[in-house]
């Protein structure tokens, strides 16, 4: 298996991962665990994209960087109450 490969894997496997933390919406921990790994999945993306030379699935994983950050701006402050008692 080549490097591109493992890196297409790997993203997909992490895209995977993450929409299942996030639909799954136990705790707010989970949620921004779920955006941490979609962040992580986006810039494997951009990467391939980069690559790749494909234009559009930088764009889109540029855009859905931003989302992500946005879901953790928005469920981190419930996931400290909940480690912090």
Known sequence: MDGMMLLRTFA??????????????????????G???????????MVDGWLEEKASLVIQNVIL???NIL???RWFPRAEKE???
Request: proline share 0%; aromatic share 14%.
């Open 65 to 67: 960087l931003l989302i």
């Open 12 to 33: 997909a496997v992490a895209t995977v991962f993450a929409a299942a933390l996030v639909a799954a919406n136990w705790n707010a921990r989970v949620m921004v665990s």
């Open 35 to 45: 955006f941490s790994i979609f962040i992580v999945a986006s810039v494997a993306w």
């Open 71 to 73: 879901g953790i701006w």
């Open 83 to 85: 480690m912090t008692g």
